[in-house]
Nanobody
Framework: QVQLVESGGGLVQAGGSLRLSCAAS????????LGWYRQAPGKQRELVAH???????IYADSVKGRFTISRDNAKSTVDLQMNSLKPEDTAVYFC????????WGQGTQVTVSS
């Protein structure tokens, strides 16, 4: 059974940084597609970034140049380094592991004050 647990969210001022981490259990971690999504109040969940098992990455246009996704297969973790945060980055952030189906974490709140 796959379980994902996010950590690292919090309150930060605009221009600041946060690092989110997601720890996973389950043997498919190393071969699955990993991603971070976010959902702001009243909005649909949207892709922030994802990283393949070989390390290829894709970012939403809104976060390019500011966010960096990385994975450590030995530790079964996927991180999201967020720099130059903006108020519009405020959302609940979820990590997801995709292999046949999607496995979601419970989410972690990120709030960016102006």
């Amino acid at each position: 059974q796959v379980q994902l647990v996010e950590s690292g969210g919090g309150l930060v001022q605009a221009g600041g940084s946060l690092r989110l981490s997601c720890a996973a259990s389950g043997s498919i971690f190393r071969i699955g597609l990993l991603g971070w999504y976010r959902q702001a109040p009243g909005k649909q969940r949207e892709l922030v970034a994802h990283i393949t098992s070989s390390g290829n990455t894709i970012y939403a246009d809104s976060v390019k140049g500011r966010f960096t996704i990385s994975r450590d297969n030995a530790k079964s973790t996927v991180d999201l380094q967020m720099n130059s945060l903006k108020p519009e980055d405020t959302a609940v952030y979820f990590c997801v592991l995709s292999w046949g189906t999607n496995y979601w974490g419970q989410g972690t709140q990120v709030t960016v004050s102006s």
